[in-house]
């Protein structure tokens, strides 16, 4: 299955993503921490837009599960470290948008390691949708991205035959105890 069918972009926001009830509290945290209404986050209509072939959900999802599906070819990520380590465990592409604590530097890593692209901020530090989409395009669409992508496969392998090697080990270890 080549890239074309790579047409799945898996959006998760964090903790910070929520209904509007919970946003002034988010937002009492940090002065610096954005936090994002779903509903105020998305164009007028795209709920309705995207209703027969996407879907859109508020709370848990199953993101490992969906990062390891063959479809999934990208992933917009506020970047904590088990969501860096997941996407590249499963050669997804990262399109990171970092908030608070390590996020930052874990963006950081991903963009410097070829693994993802960080969408820029504007002069205030705030996200706009004209560069989360120019990220997003840049990762997953466009030829440009092909080495992210590319890069971001080989880690996945490398991960997967690692995991490999350590169960074998493993399984070693036990087989070695049994004979005792």
Known sequence: ???LYKNILFARGG?????R???????SRSSRQSHVVLEEALSKGFLEKVRDRGLVTEGWAPQIRILAHPTCGGFVSHCGWSSVM??????VPIIAMPMHLDEPFNA????????GLE??????????????????KAVVVEE????VRN????????????????????????VKLCRL
């Open 1 to 3: 299955m080549g890239d």
């Open 15 to 19: 903790s910070l993503v929520g209904k």
């Open 21 to 27: 009830e919970g946003r002034e509290r988010g937002r």
């Open 86 to 91: 997941e996407s590249k465990k499963f050669g």
């Open 108 to 115: 950081r890593l991903v963009e410097d390691f070829g693994d």
């Open 119 to 136: 969408v820029m901020r504007n002069e205030s530090g705030d996200l706009e949708r004209e560069e989360i989409a120019k990220a997003i």
């Open 144 to 147: 440009g991205g092909e080495c």
């Open 151 to 174: 890069k971001v496969k080989e880690v996945g392998v490398g991960i997967g035959n690692k995991g490999d090697e350590d169960v074998d080990e493993v399984e070693d270890a036990i």
